[in-house]
């Protein structure tokens, strides 16, 4: 079963920062928070991930709490393409991924 | 290398036949993984592989279905009596090494309809 909860919806206005939360208060000292989304009808992609220090890539930044219990991901410029379902899931050593439900993210011009 | 490859695309079976879909992982990716999706969940875990070694399978792994990965290279999933119920995306992802925290790279996925 998933370990983490994530609001079923956002919107965001295009242009403007998106900001999806993720709760993961039962996760294990050596377990990684990733993100992945999903545009329709193809595979996940990941965007990032991080154990305790806040992390950027070209893609987005993640910031995850002093208590490691919660997460935010947060994509700077939202565009119209960044329309997806976004999944934040707690992982060790390359071992499975469980995926929840996500968050479905509508970008609005 | 393009990046995780499975085949076919698309697949569409009457109920009770057998299917196997394939997959390509990235080269020199040892870890393996299946997942079932379908409308509106997310990807549900099914097994996974660290080269030709199945690891881990999950309760959802029925008797009906086997996965393989021989050479530790390409892996095939086969779904014996196909059920209405099977009707899914089957997607598969490989990372690049056990050991350590590295991102998993899914394929396109395999759409399954079971008429």
């Known amino acids: 079963d998933a370990k983490t909860t994530q609001p079923p919806s956002m919107d965001c206005a295009e242009g403007r920062a998106a900001n999806l939360p993720c709760n993961h208060s039962t996760i294990s000292g050596n377990e990684y928070v990733y993100w992945y989304r999903q545009i329709h009808s193809q595979g996940p992609q990941y965007i990032i991930h991080?154990?305790?220090n806040n992390e950027t890539n070209e893609m987005a930044s993640l910031i995850i709490t002093e208590d490691r219990k919660s997460s935010t991901l947060i994509l700077p410029h939202a565009t119209l393409r960044d329309t997806a379902v976004y999944y934040c899931?707690?992982?060790?050593?390359?071992?499975?991924?469980?995926f929840g439900a996500g968050t479905r993210l509508t970008v609005k011009p | 290398d393009t990046g995780v490859s499975q085949d076919p695309r698309h697949k569409i079976t009457k109920r009770g036949q057998n299917v196997t879909f394939r997959c390509d992982p990235i080269?020199?990716?040892?870890?393996l993984y299946w997942y079932r999706q379908t409308l509106g969940q997310g990807p549900e875990f099914l097994t996974y592989f660290q080269n030709e070694a199945q690891l881990e399978k999950s309760r959802l792994l029925s008797d009906r279905f086997s996965a393989e990965r021989p050479k530790g290279s390409f892996s095939t999933l086969e779904i014996q009596r196909t059920e209405q119920g099977d009707s899914a995306m089957y997607l598969c992802?490989?990372?690049?090494?056990?050991?350590?925290?590295?991102?998993?790279?899914f394929g396109q996925g395999t759409r399954l309809t079971v008429v």
């Open positions: 992802a490989s990372s690049p090494r056990t050991g350590g925290n590295t991102e998993a790279f």
């Open positions: 080269s020199e990716h040892n870890r």
């Open positions: 991080g154990l305790k």
């Open positions: 899931i707690v992982r060790v050593n390359n071992n499975d991924m469980r």
